[in-house]
Each structure stands twice: as C-alpha cells, then as structure tokens.
C-alpha cells in the first residue's frame, strides 16, 4: 500500500485567488493522478501528473486552470487558479503502486471552499 | 465509451439486514478491471476490492462480498448482517488496462448512499 499526505486538508479561499494543494507520497509510484469532487458528486480525473514532463489533461480541464507539478516520483502539486465558488470542492491525489497489482490509493482529500 | 451506472442513489437499512449495491458497467475494451471504494463521512476514500475482467470468481471477505457478472456487465456489492459503521457512500469505478497490464486512471460511478439505522 502507499500512504499519501495532502496539504492543506481544507481550506477557506477568496474569489480570484489560486491555491497550490501538496500529495506527498511515502514510497515511489508509477503514477499519480489528481480528482475532483464537487459536493454531493462522483469522482471526476482532472489529469494525469506524469514525472518530468507535462501533465496529460481530461476533457473539459486545462492547463492554465489548473497546472501541475510533478518533480520526482513522490511528490506532486495541483493549483486551482483564479478561483471561483465553482471550484469549491474536495480534490484528491491518487496513486498507482508499482509492479502489476494495479491498485489505486488515494489521499484524504483537501476540501475548498471558495466565497 | 466507458460508463459506470450505480442506480441506487440512496439507500437506508436497519443494523443486521443484508444489502446489496449495485453496479453496471460499460466498456469495450476486454482487459479492464472494477473496484468499490467507501468513502465514509469523512472524506477519505477507502479501497475495497479490485476484479479484473478474466476473473470472474465471486469474492467474500468477512461481512463483504461481491458478484462479478461479465453477462450482464454487473459487479455488485454486498453487506451481510450491515453495521452502523457501514454508513458511506460506495463508488463503484471502471479502469482501462494501463502499460504492462497495470490499471489507469478511473471512472466512477454516481455512488451509493448508504446509511445503516441501529
């Protein structure tokens, strides 16, 4: 299993302000992803961070809206810029172990609320 | 396209009944693989089972168990003898097959809402 630590777990922001959200991982994984979930929603895959290189989007979300960082094999970021009341949600990091089990693991979430 | 379609919104059982959730998928890609999280009221989201599309083999652990149905494209979820502790909602995901057979990102379900009343 992996254990994965995001930062901040919640927070408060302004309208137009952006927020930089941390997933630490304790062991390196092949791959890490990062959700959305708006209130009372399913889950829904932002993008793929990808090590060293740029991240690979889903329809509907972009780069500019929301850049990731992914330096090295356990640590990755996500901004949420100019935020808006739209963007209140819980974002999650996600992980996929090494080797072929497959599993995905993810992080408590960081839950934003933006006024 | 892949679609995961979990048509209970909500449902509400007394401690001790059995439940059973319930989950379609659609895919056509014949490597795949389905899981059931929880995510219990707070937040985090709780890995239940991974079944990969060649094994069809029902699964039990403890109180859980679930019944892969590649006919009717169902993987369905069951909770024998349900607790308070239960309460969650349950998200039933679909993966493509990823580089050496590894899983990818997920689609979701809806979720169910469980709640269990003592």
């Known amino acids: 299993s992996a254990v994965i630590s995001q930062k901040p777990s919640r927070d408060i922001c302004q309208r137009g302000t952006s927020l930089t959200i941390q997933c630490q991982v304790d062991s390196q994984v092949t791959m890490m992803f990062w959700y959305r979930q708006q209130p009372g929603q399913s889950l829904t895959l932002i993008a793929t961070a990808n090590q060293g290189s740029e991240a690979t989007y889903e329809s509907g979300f972009v780069i500019d809206k929301f850049p990731i960082s992914r330096p090295n094999l356990t640590f990755s970021t996500l901004t949420v810029s100019n935020m808006s009341p739209e963007d209140s949600s819980i974002y999650l990091c996600s992980v996929r172990t090494t080797g072929n089990t497959g599993e995905l693991f993810f992080g408590e979430g960081s839950r934003l609320t933006v006024l | 396209a892949q679609k995961v379609t979990q048509a209970q919104t909500e449902i509400s059982v007394v401690e001790k009944e059995d439940v059973t959730l319930d989950c379609v998928y659609e895919t056509r890609d014949t490597t795949y693989y389905l899981f059931w999280y929880k995510q219990p009221p707070s937040g985090e989201l709780v890995f239940l089972i991974r079944r990969n599309s060649f094994d069809e083999q029902n699964e039990i652990s403890g109180r859980y168990s679930w019944n892969f149905q590649k006919s009717t494209s169902s993987f369905n979820f069951t909770i024998t003898a349900s607790q308070v502790v239960d309460s969650a909602v349950y998200f039933c995901?679909?993966?493509?097959?990823?580089?050496?057979?590894?899983?990818?990102?997920?689609?979701f379900g809806t979720g169910t809402l469980l709640a269990v009343q003592p």
């Open positions: 995901a679909l993966s493509e097959e990823g580089y050496g057979g590894a899983t990818n990102k997920l689609i």
